[in-house]
Antibody
Framework: QVRLVESGGGVVQPGKSLRLSCAASGFTFSSYAMHWVRQAPGKGLEWVAVILYDGSNKYYADSVKGRFTISRDNSKSTLYLQMNSLRAEDTAVYYC?????????????WGQGTLVTVSS | EIVLTQSPGTLSLSPGERATLSCRASRSVSSSYLAWYQQKPGQALRLLIYGASSRATGLPDRFSGSGSGTDFTLTVSRLEPEDFAVYYCQHYGSSPPMYTFGQGTKLEIK
């Protein structure tokens, strides 16, 4: 079955950088769009970014545009999120997720998440 | 930008009762682009409904989705203990791709 395992979270100071990874298995990784979605403590879900199956197109939420970069390595079935110029408001659990359908309209499967805390 | 407003914020019901959760969009949206998710502590989020009314694979038929335009509903016909969770609706905007979530409804045991 589909398995998505995030890693790389931790405590980081404001203005610093962090890279998250997501190891995928149980499906043909190179065929599907992948997402990052985050959830601040006690809050709702916020979509962060999506990358199409071949990495040719990437789209971002306005809140992270210019600071975060989504990428993928299809040879390793791994998704990444490079987060630069981190702010306190970026503190959240970050979920890796995949759209397995013919459309990007919904997100089929999610990982368990990795916590990023931005604090001095 | 579409804003999704879910109501109520918290719904207190007993097992066996019927739950009706609402998701209202700030303007009319395509039903094809409306989905529902379930979140339980310690578990991965789960897709329940896509295209406003299509059940995800393996979803019990006590869950159903309906609606169009600006008003959408997730109904659980007879609550089981495992159904108590937080539920989110989500809209997909296609040009460019972006995703908006409602603020969530917590379904708790009364």
């Amino acid at each position: 079955q589909v398995r998505l395992v995030e890693s790389g979270g931790g405590v980081v100071q404001p203005g610093k950088s962090l890279r998250l990874s997501c190891a995928a298995s149980g499906f043909t990784f190179s065929s599907y769009a992948m997402h990052w979605v985050r959830q601040a403590p006690g809050k709702g879900l916020e979509w962060v970014a999506v990358i199409l199956y071949d990495g040719s197109n990437k789209y971002y939420a306005d809140s992270v545009k210019g600071r975060f970069t989504i990428s993928r390595d299809n040879s390793k079935s791994t998704l990444y999120l490079q987060m630069n110029s981190l702010r306190a408001e970026d503190t959240a659990v970050y979920y890796c997720a995949v759209s397995l359908g013919a459309t990007l309209a919904y997100i089929d499967c999610w990982g368990q998440g990795t916590l990023v805390t931005v604090s001095s | 930008e579409i804003v999704l407003t879910q109501s109520p914020g918290t719904l207190s019901l007993s097992p066996g009762e019927r739950a009706t959760l609402s998701c209202r969009a700030s303007r009319s949206v395509s039903s094809s682009y409306l989905a529902w998710y379930q979140q339980k502590p310690g578990q991965a989020l789960r897709l329940l409904i896509y295209g406003a009314s299509s059940r995800a694979t393996g979803l019990p038929d006590r869950f159903s989705g309906s609606g169009s335009g600006t008003d959408f509903t997730l109904t659980v016909s007879r609550l089981e203990p495992e159904d108590f969770a937080v539920y989110y609706c989500q809209h997909y905007g296609s040009s460019p791709p972006m995703y908006t979530f409602g603020q969530g409804t917590k379904l708790e045991i009364k």
